[in-house]
């Protein structure tokens, strides 16, 4: 089974910066991609960040382009959501997802697409 960890999360100032970490296993099973998501209190989880297994290439949603940066250590493994100049409208419990068999690609911008997912570590922005 595939299993995820986040952390890195906290309470950081507009403005700011933090690196929330995805710790994976069980990717000799079939997961493809990394899907970093976002739900904020009493709104939809959205869609972030995404990294692909294969070649690397990776997917941000338009809110965070410039700003935030999807990698990854092979070594580990363990995926990282580097986010820099961030604003009060980030603050969110943000989670890392994938699938068990693989099926899903950094298209798949939908958290209905992936069964497999960490239990999120909360980003606090806040002056």
């Known amino acids: 089974q595939v299993h995820l960890v986040e952390s890195g999360g906290g309470l950081v100032q507009p403005g700011g910066s933090l690196r929330l970490s995805c710790a994976a296993s069980g990717f000799a099973l079939h997961a493809h991609v990394i899907f970093w998501f976002r739900q904020a209190p009493g709104k939809e989880r959205e869609g972030v960040s995404c990294i692909s297994l294969s070649d690397g290439s990776t997917y941000y949603a338009d809110s965070v382009k410039g700003r935030f940066t999807i990698s990854r250590d092979n070594a580990a493994p363990t995926f990282y959501l580097q986010m820099n100049s961030l604003k009060f409208e980030d603050t969110a419990v943000y989670y890392c997802?994938?699938?068990?068999?693989?099926?899903?690609?950094?298209?798949?911008?939908?958290?209905?697409?992936?069964?497999?997912w960490g239990r999120g570590t909360l980003v606090n922005v806040s002056s």
């Open positions: 997802a994938t699938d068990h068999w693989g099926l899903r690609s950094c298209s798949d911008v939908d958290a209905n697409a992936f069964d497999a």
